[in-house]
């Protein structure tokens, strides 16, 4: 497990990056959320520098003229740690150590981090120590690594302390096969969960979007449920799932999980898979979109690009527009995506035309059938309105006919009293 803490003392000069062919107001867009990246995870941004360049330089990312300038910008700041907003290579990483003095960091980096700070289940621990380790093995470059792990504590540092290169990464590979063991046990537990709710055949939910759009505080608003909602990137790391009962349709249940962001770590995703799955198997998914951040834009196509890489591309997906009582009015005419509807968890705005959506959705993968409960049986009828609503009721004098809306996994549970 990761056992450092955060130093709440970081403090940080985060260095925006890009090519000369990237658009720079995209490159401060991406460091403004590289600043608070390094607020959740604990540390104080004390500068902040910016490079274009007309390509990488192989040993340290950025020019030299520029490291000269990060490392006057530490100096005379007082800053401990600096986070690059690129992927860093182990050599490019350590050679701005040396050339700075002090502990340098990439985004992916950062990114674990927070993670680590965040997990709460054992599951969640042991998805980030995957993770992270993952991410250790190639950026390996030897002895410097030691000195790292001196230093101690602090954003980055947790990790596994390192002695000589070969044997370290044995041991990594190791340990990552350790992990992933117990990873596979504790998710064999899970599916025998999410079967149990197949088994009972209730609709799901599953509250995607980019972090900090408001998932959890849709999921409180919708259930009642009381899960944290903060304004900080990544506040929930571990699903929750919650029932919901919606005026029109039949229980539900709604599953808050991980949010997402631009260049969300190759590792984390592979690490995150379970996490990930619990939406895959929704059947439907609620993409919910800050409507007002600047950066809508932007945060919905990653998003919808991460959808068409989990594969999601084809499942119902409702559009939510969430925070409309702190966007200006003409944004809605910039959305896209149908079903859509605008609201807000804060205020309560909008929730009867979700949970109307939400209901219209259902019983479009829903069908009408009728059912058939000869007298004998027709105490089933009571474990039936647990199941969905009955939308008519036919009493004769040697049965009676309902008739209800069902999903297919639905209809073959109760296939003994279908009529055909
Ligand atoms: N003004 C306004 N703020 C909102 C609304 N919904 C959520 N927020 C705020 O947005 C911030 C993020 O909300 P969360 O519900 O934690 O967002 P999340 O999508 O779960 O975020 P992560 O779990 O970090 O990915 C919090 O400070 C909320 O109070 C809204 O409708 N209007
Ligand atoms: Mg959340």
Redesign the pocket.
Known sequence: MNKAQVKATDRAIVVGVGLKTEPTSEIKENLLELEELVRAAGGEVVGALIQTLPQWNPATLIGTGKVDEVKEMVQSSGANLVVVDHQLSGVQARNLELSIGVKVLDRNQLILDIFALRAQTFEGKLQVELAQLMDQLPRMVGAWMESLSRQGGGIGTRGPGETALENDRRRIREKISLVRSKLESVRKNRAQHRQSRRRHEIPSFALI?Y????????LNRLTGAQV?????????LDPTTRKIFLPDGPPSVVT?T??FIRKLPTQLIEAFKATLEESSEADVLIH?VDL?SPNMKRQIEVVEKLIEEFGWQDKKIIHVF?????APPERQFQVKGYPRVF?????GQGMEQLKKLMCDVISEIQTDVELYFPRTDEHRIFDLTRDTKIVRREPGSEGTICVVQMTPSMISKWKDYLVK
């Open positions: 979007g972090t900090n759009s408001g998932k959890s505080s849709l944290l909602a903060k304004n900080q990137v990544f506040a929930t808050d991980v949010g919910v007002s969430n925070k409309v009582d702190a609201v807000s968890a804060l205020t």
